[in-house]
């Protein structure tokens, strides 16, 4: 609209927020620290993520949990705000450590 024109012609339609980004739809409520936690949430579930099969950063969310590759069309299981959690990753390590040891083991 008439707003955009004039941010356009004035050339500051960079940056309309300096600190609160994405959380500055809430305004002054809630407070700053629950204010700051709910942008990283927010941040990282609406950013895209790398996918393993293709290689391309295309991976978002579709609903909590469920990620898809909009290249490669592959859906992934995944958490809440971010394509993995740690503790999946920390169970992906001990995986690979026990396989490890099975390997060696024989």
Same mark, same amino acid.
């Given at each position: 609209?008439?707003?955009?024109i004039?941010?356009?012609?004035?050339?500051? *339609?960079?940056?309309?927020?300096?600190?609160?980004?994405?959380?500055?739809?809430? *305004?002054?409520?809630?407070?700053?620290?629950?204010?700051?936690?709910?942008?990283?949430?927010?941040?990282?579930?609406?950013?895209?993520?790398?996918?393993?099969?293709?290689?391309?950063?295309c991976?978002?969310?579709?609903?909590? *949990?469920?990620?898809?590759?909009?290249?490669?069309?592959?859906?992934?299981?995944? *958490?809440?705000?971010?394509?993995?959690?740690?503790?999946?990753?920390t169970?992906?390590?001990t995986?690979?450590?026990?396989?490890?040891?099975?390997?060696?083991?024989?």
């Amino acid at each position: 609209g008439l707003l955009r024109i004039c941010r356009d012609l004035v050339g500051t *339609g960079e940056h309309r927020t300096k600190k609160v980004g994405i959380t500055g739809k809430y *305004g002054t409520r809630y407070g700053s620290t629950l204010r700051k936690l709910s942008k990283k949430i927010e941040v990282s579930q609406h950013s895209k993520f790398h996918c393993v099969f293709c290689g391309k950063d295309c991976v978002k969310r579709t609903v909590v *949990g469920i990620w898809n590759c909009k290249k490669c069309n592959k859906t992934i299981a995944g *958490g809440a705000y971010s394509l993995s959690t740690a503790s999946a990753v920390t169970v992906r390590s001990t995986i690979a450590r026990l396989r490890k040891l099975k390997a060696e083991a024989v």
